[in-house]
């Protein structure tokens, strides 16, 4: 009876120390989910109003993508997507305090080599049946269905789709 009595104990404190911790764990990635806490800081403002104004935000159908649908892995892949959003909160928060000058053009380079086509077509499927636009059709099957060597990125033509090329600013980090 005492070895059943220590594991209930156990599993008991188990469930009070981590039922808790899965609470505040869930919050804050909602709260750090939102395309108003990527705006919060400066240097992504120019993105975030870009964003609003794109058919990513406004459509007629009223489907919204936020910057975590095409920035990070999908949260069905929880650890890549744990380890993607810890990773590029922390970089972005020592950039903020102890980085150079932000880039923004050098950034959206590198955010664009980032991205998966797997987050694109996470939204946008049947890319194959596109009426009357045989040209788009063909492009779509050379990504979805590429030779070796020739492999395309969803953003090597849709590169101003969500974020245009507008005057780039640069800002100074404090």
Not at 28 to 53: D, G, R
Not at 102 to 130: F, T, V, W
């Amino acid at each position: 009876m005492k070895k059943y009595f220590k594991a209930i104990l156990l599993v008991a404190v188990g469930f009070v120390i981590a039922f808790p911790v899965f609470l505040m764990t869930n919050f804050a990635m909602l709260k750090t989910s939102t395309p108003e806490f990527c705006s919060s800081c400066h240097e992504i403002q120019p993105a975030y109003h870009e964003w609003k104004t794109s058919s990513h935000a406004n459509n007629r159908r009223g489907v919204v993508a936020v910057c975590m649908d095409c920035h990070l892995p999908p949260p069905e892949k929880t650890i890549k997507f744990l380890y993607g959003k810890t990773y590029h909160g922390l970089k972005d928060v020592v950039g903020h305090f102890l980085g150079d000058e932000y880039d923004r053009l050098e950034n959206r380079k590198a955010a664009s080599l980032s991205m998966d086509n797997n987050n694109c077509l996470g939204c946008h499927q049947n890319l194959l049946y596109i009426s009357n636009r045989r040209g788009g059709m063909l492009a779509h099957r050379s990504v979805l269905y590429p030779r070796a060597g020739y492999e395309k990125r969803c953003t090597e033509c849709h590169e101003n789709l969500v974020h245009n090329r507008a005057e780039f600013y640069q800002y100074k980090t404090f």
